[in-house]
């Protein structure tokens, strides 16, 4: 790891609005949030193998409203947004999201529904349920009304003592529900689609009385108060299927066409929002099919199409690298007061290519490429390029790099050439880097344990990559974290994922760090 001069604390404190009065209150340096007070209540989550609901839930990806009071969890494996007000330190609420209905909307729903056994387009309505299920989200507010976004990506749990994905066709279908049973449970129908075992007896005989998919394919919009405003449908994959047909639900390339038809189609997982001029844009990226999508949500109910960028070079062999940016896991986007460019950036970190890149944004919401950074050497699928965060004072990026568990720093100052200037050695605190976040100069790192179901921590950075203070610990395998936007707190969502057996389950948990306290821990 290279070598640099360590900033001063008083100055990253300063900047970070930090040095209240002597009338501010002091806060505890850590709270943890956790989801125990719902345990006694009958909530419409999906369930998993634990008795528990605190148990069971996975805090995901955190969102704050814009006037930093409140913070929304997503709870992806319980298909569920969690409510938390952040000054106390409680959940507040547990919005369960229910399901879309894909008779209704549409879907591709196999990978064997074409001549000889092999996939083709084939987006129909089907008596399916989907669980929205959604990985990242974020809020932004029209006319003084706050909205939740989420990207409806889906996750089953499958582990050794626990099993919750199943195809269509090794189920027994009520005959009541599915009168069809014999013609749905096809290869070229549903046979091959994978839904969710607990969902499916609802009446506890033995049999599917219903279908659920996992994830939705699709962007929702909903209200901070609760309650779905509007949903993309089946947008995203007539999108694809118009545009890049060659790697429709694919896994980037024409070599994969149709193989994720039978799982979760192009798996929206990525998601920011962006305000230009007087309007608002989501990006979302698509983790398999690859590319990102634009879409002004000005209007919450009527979510509009405005591009699909998307310049994988689909006859090239993936695992050669010179396919392109393939699986964006992380988006942030740079507004131009902030920007190294003068203009407002979209930065995409690619997990399977290993790829950071950077996208010039218009007024009017569209991309255009401006730089890429490819990691070298090139590693196919080892995650060297997963979450960013950006510092404007050094120009700065931060990214998390899955195949080292450490965190490359990259300079940013020429958008069309990003470079690497070096790397931060994580090991000692844990297994890896799951997640990063900056604000005022100080860089904030969630670091797993050796063992995910222990305790893991927050890595404090400047922007030279040199610790400011003792990491903080928090709750087990934390992942996505973000600062409020005052810089004075850290949320960081603690997934609490159980061991392989199932004979540990951590609780999930928001973990509520006072950065100012945290700091000043030398």
Same mark, same amino acid.
């Given at each position: 790891?290279?070598?640099?001069?360590?900033?001063? !604390?008083?100055? +990253? *404190?300063?900047?970070?609005?930090?040095? %209240?009065?002597?009338?501010?209150?002091?806060?505890?340096?850590?709270? =943890?949030?956790? +989801?125990?007070?719902?345990?006694?209540?009958?909530?419409?989550?999906?369930?998993?193998?634990?008795?528990?609901?605190?148990?069971?839930?996975?805090?995901?990806?955190?969102?704050?409203?814009?006037?930093?009071?409140?913070?929304?969890? @997503?709870?992806?494996?319980?298909?569920?947004?969690?409510?938390?007000?952040?000054? @106390?330190?409680?959940?507040?609420?547990?919005?369960?999201?229910?399901?879309?209905?894909?008779?209704?909307?549409?879907?591709?729903?196999?990978?064997?529904?074409?001549?000889?056994?092999?996939?083709?387009?084939?987006?129909? /309505?089907?008596?399916?349920?989907?669980?929205?299920?959604?990985?990242?989200?974020?809020?932004? $507010?029209?006319?003084?009304?706050?909205?939740?976004?989420?990207? #409806?990506?889906?996750?089953?749990?499958?582990?050794?003592?626990?099993?919750?994905?199943?195809?269509?066709?090794?189920?027994?279908?009520?005959?009541?529900?599915?009168?069809?049973?014999?013609?749905?449970?096809?290869?070229?129908?549903?046979?091959?689609?994978?839904?969710?075992?607990?969902?499916?007896?609802?009446? %506890?005989?033995?049999?599917?009385?219903?279908?659920?998919?996992?994830?939705?394919?699709?962007?929702?919009?909903?209200?901070?108060?609760?309650? !779905?405003? @509007?949903?993309?449908?089946?947008?995203? =994959?007539?999108? *694809?299927?118009?545009?890049?047909?060659?790697?429709?639900?694919?896994?980037?390339?024409?070599?994969?066409?149709?193989?994720?038809?039978?799982?979760?189609?192009? =798996?929206?997982?990525?998601?920011?929002?962006?305000?230009?001029?007087?309007?608002?844009?989501?990006?979302?990226?698509? &983790?398999?099919?690859?590319?990102?999508?634009?879409?002004?949500?000005?209007?919450?109910?009527?979510?509009? !199409?405005?591009?699909?960028? #998307?310049?994988?070079?689909?006859?090239?062999?993936?695992?050669? %690298?010179?396919?392109?940016?393939?699986?964006?896991?992380? !988006?942030?986007?740079?507004?131009?007061?902030?920007?190294? $460019?003068?203009?407002?950036?979209?930065?995409?970190?690619?997990?399977? $290519?290993?790829?950071?890149?950077?996208?010039? *944004?218009?007024?009017?919401?569209?991309?255009?490429?401006?730089?890429?950074?490819?990691?070298?050497?090139?590693?196919? &699928?080892?995650?060297?390029?997963?979450?960013?965060?950006?510092?404007? /004072?050094?120009?700065?990026?931060?990214?998390?790099?899955?195949?080292?568990?450490?965190?490359?720093?990259?300079?940013? $100052?020429?958008?069309?050439?990003?470079?690497?200037? %070096? @790397?931060?050695?994580?090991?000692?605190?844990?297994?890896?880097? #799951?997640?990063?976040?900056?604000?005022?100069?100080?860089?904030?790192?969630?670091?797993?344990?050796?063992?995910?179901?222990?305790?893991?921590?927050?890595?404090?950075?400047?922007?030279?990559?040199?610790?400011?203070?003792?990491?903080?610990?928090?709750?087990?395998?934390?992942?996505?974290?973000?600062?409020?936007?005052?810089?004075?707190?850290?949320?960081?969502?603690?997934?609490? =994922?159980?061991?392989?057996?199932?004979? *540990?389950?951590?609780?999930?948990?928001?973990?509520?760090?006072?950065?100012?306290?945290?700091?000043?821990?030398?």
């Amino acid at each position: 790891m290279k070598k640099f001069a360590l900033l001063s !604390l008083p100055l +990253l *404190v300063a900047s970070c609005g930090l040095l %209240g009065g002597p009338e501010e209150k002091t806060r505890a340096l850590h709270t =943890e949030a956790t +989801l125990t007070r719902f345990d006694s209540q009958k909530l419409e989550t999906r369930a998993g193998k634990s008795a528990l609901f605190s148990k069971d839930a996975e805090p995901e990806y955190i969102t704050v409203s814009p006037d930093g009071k409140t913070a929304y969890v @997503s709870l992806q494996e319980s298909n569920a947004l969690a409510v938390l007000d952040i000054a @106390s330190g409680e959940f507040t609420a547990v919005r369960p999201l229910g399901f879309k209905d894909w008779s209704k909307s549409a879907l591709d729903a196999s990978d064997r529904d074409g001549a000889d056994k092999k996939g083709r387009i084939n987006i129909q /309505a089907w008596p399916v349920l989907g669980a929205y299920m959604p990985d990242s989200i974020a809020s932004y $507010s029209v006319n003084g009304q706050t909205y939740i976004l989420s990207a #409806n990506e889906g996750d089953g749990r499958e582990y050794e003592g626990f099993g919750d994905e199943v195809r269509v066709k090794d189920l027994k279908l009520d005959s009541a529900a599915f009168p069809n049973a014999t013609e749905l449970q096809k290869d070229a129908a549903l046979g091959r689609l994978t839904v969710s075992r607990v969902d499916a007896d609802t009446d %506890g005989d033995g049999d599917a009385d219903r279908l659920v998919t996992f994830g939705g394919r699709s962007l929702s919009v909903w209200k901070a108060a609760g309650g !779905l405003v @509007s949903d993309t449908g089946d947008l995203f =994959e007539r999108t *694809v299927a118009a545009q890049r047909p060659s790697t429709f639900n694919s896994e980037g390339t024409a070599e994969t066409f149709d193989t994720r038809s039978d799982n979760k189609g192009p =798996e929206p997982e990525a998601l920011t929002v962006a305000q230009l001029g007087g309007r608002h844009f989501a990006y979302v990226g698509l &983790e398999r099919t690859g590319g990102i999508m634009v879409l002004d949500v000005s209007n919450p109910a009527q979510p509009a !199409l405005v591009q699909y960028f #998307n310049d994988i070079d689909a006859s090239a062999v993936a695992k050669d %690298g010179a396919a392109g940016d393939l699986a964006p896991e992380g !988006l942030l986007f740079i507004p131009a007061a902030s920007s190294p $460019s003068g203009q407002p950036l979209l930065v995409s970190s690619n997990e399977v $290519s290993g790829s950071v890149s950077l996208y010039t *944004v218009a007024s009017d919401g569209r991309l255009t490429r401006a730089g890429r950074y490819q990691a070298a050497p090139f590693q196919f &699928e080892e995650g060297v390029a997963e979450i960013s965060a950006y510092d404007p /004072a050094t120009k700065r990026l931060f990214t998390v790099n899955g195949a080292t568990g450490g965190l490359d720093m990259l300079d940013i $100052s020429n958008v069309s050439a990003p470079r690497l200037v %070096g @790397s931060v050695d994580l090991s000692r605190y844990g297994s890896g880097a #799951n997640s990063v976040a900056a604000y005022g100069g100080v860089v904030a790192v969630a670091v797993q344990a050796k063992t995910k179901t222990d305790a893991g921590s927050v890595v404090l950075l400047d922007a030279m990559g040199k610790e400011l203070a003792q990491p903080v610990q928090v709750g087990a395998l934390p992942d996505m974290l973000t600062f409020t936007p005052d810089g004075k707190t850290i949320l960081v969502a603690n997934e609490g =994922e159980p061991n392989a057996d199932y004979s *540990v389950d951590p609780a999930g948990s928001v973990s509520i760090i006072d950065v100012k306290q945290a700091l000043a821990r030398r």
